[in-house]
């Protein structure tokens, strides 16, 4: 089994920042990919960014290239996702997920293996 667990989220003022943090345990853990998503009242799931975990090639959704930055650090076996420039459409429940059944970015969220209980993000207006 693998767990992860986020945290960073909070209340932030519209051009502010925040870092979320997801801590990747259990199984050995060699090679796979890190997602973030968000879901926002009443919409879909939504996908944010992804990172591979031993090369870091990454790839973002597109409302969030050039605010966003997915990072890890293979010795504390956390992820990172640094979100500048917030906006109150950035407003969701923010999801960390990994994938391991095949190492390839996916934006799809039915291609992830486990998923955190998710971390509350509110930026204000």
């Known amino acids: 089994q693998v767990q992860l667990v986020e945290s960073g989220g909070g209340l932030v003022q519209a051009g502010g920042s925040l870092t979320l943090s997801c801590v990747v345990s259990?199984?050995?853990?060699?090679?796979?990919?890190l997602g973030w998503f968000r879901r926002a009242p009443g919409q879909e799931r939504e996908f944010v960014a992804g990172i591979r975990w031993s090369g870091a090639r990454t790839s973002y959704g597109d409302s969030v290239k050039g605010r966003f930055t997915i990072s890890r650090d293979k010795t504390e076996n956390t992820g990172y996702l640094q979100m500048n420039s917030l906006k109150p459409e950035d407003t969701a429940v923010y999801y960390c997920a990994a994938r391991f059944r095949y190492i390839l970015l996916s934006a799809s969220e039915t291609e992830y293996d486990y998923w955190g209980q998710g971390t509350q993000v509110t930026v204000s207006s």
């Open positions: 259990g199984r050995r853990l060699s090679d796979y990919v």
